[in-house]
């Protein structure tokens, strides 16, 4: 069967008065941006106080969800297949052919919901639904009506242009529009933790950029590329993501040579965090995030979060701080990004890693050591 467009159903939570245009808007910002993946013409309108995705040709089906089930800010998606007005008798012979397209097995419980846009349609809606009901269960014995639980919520719509048509809802991805939040700056390396970071955070509306540091030739290529696709891959779900690769071997040389082994990775981390945040700062992002994840590995025990955290001014964000590794590691894989992240390719973190790091380092003497390099000039150069 033919659907001619798709019904956008969001939360509506939170987001009255003035707050509601703009999270609209977002949203079909969003919607537009997801829609240009798909082969075939829509339009992405607002209409009272609802959104649908309109088809102007043939398209792929599969694809046009698969795209809308990317897009934070809905909560179900609602295909919708339009009819032409002609004549009730027509409509409920349509209505019929819906349902055994739709439900070919035969047997549920239904309701039928009628609503009225143009009001002088010769039926009204309660007519409607005790009409159309009938002739459901006329045509297929199985049926049954249950108008407080029932399985399947048929909508009839009766609209100026034509009748609406709908009662499967897919879930989609929930969360907020991005854009209605702020915007971050993420941390992304090639790894499987923040590329889910950032679409935690990218799902509670936050338009992300993002921030990579590159070690050559410590650090290949194709360890660079798998940023670039996870990048990518996220940005199906957040819009263009701009990625910027900030080259760190001279500041990985510098504390090789005069740091003490075991602070390495702390004060690495702190010269990412400084940089991460003096990008943040020139490109409007009001907040870093990274994909630590409390105990998981040495430089992300509360200690070490705290030394490294203190260099930053603006908030950070860990949005996976509680979370199981294995809870990652699905949601890494529902999203898209586990396939990339595993891919062998070291990042710059594994090559100067040191054989006994701190786990409880001290923050003064952190500083002291750091002292050693000129740690402006560093950042300034990468
Ligand atoms: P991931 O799986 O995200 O790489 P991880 O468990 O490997 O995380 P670390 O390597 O200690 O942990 O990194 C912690 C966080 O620091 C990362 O989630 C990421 O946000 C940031 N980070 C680490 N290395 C880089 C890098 N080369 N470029 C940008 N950010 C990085
Ligand atoms: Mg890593």
Redesign the pocket.
Known sequence: MKYHAFLIKYAEIGIKGKNRYLFEDALVKHIRLAMERVEGEFEVKKESGRIYVQALSDYDYDEAVDALKHVFGIVWICPVVQLKDEGYDKLAEQVVEYMGNVYPQGDYTFKVHSRRARKNYPKDSQQLNADLGEAILNAYENARVDVHNPQVLLSVEVRDTCINVYSVSIPGAGGMPVGTAGKAM??????????V?GYMIAKRGVTIEA????APPYTSERAKQKVVDLAKQVSKYTGPIKLHVVN?TDIQTAIYEKCPEEMLTVIM?RF?MRIAQAIAKDHGAKCL?????LG??A??TMDAMAVTGAVVDIPMFHPLIGMDKEEIVTRARKIGTLET?ILPYE???TVFTPKHPKTKPVLALVEAEEAKLDVDALVADA
Do not use: K, W
């Open positions: 993420l941390l992304l390396s090639g790894g499987i933790d923040s590329p970071a921030v990579y540091f590159h760190f981390r990412m995030v990274t994909g630590e994840n998981q590995v430089s992300q992240s990042d710059c973190c």
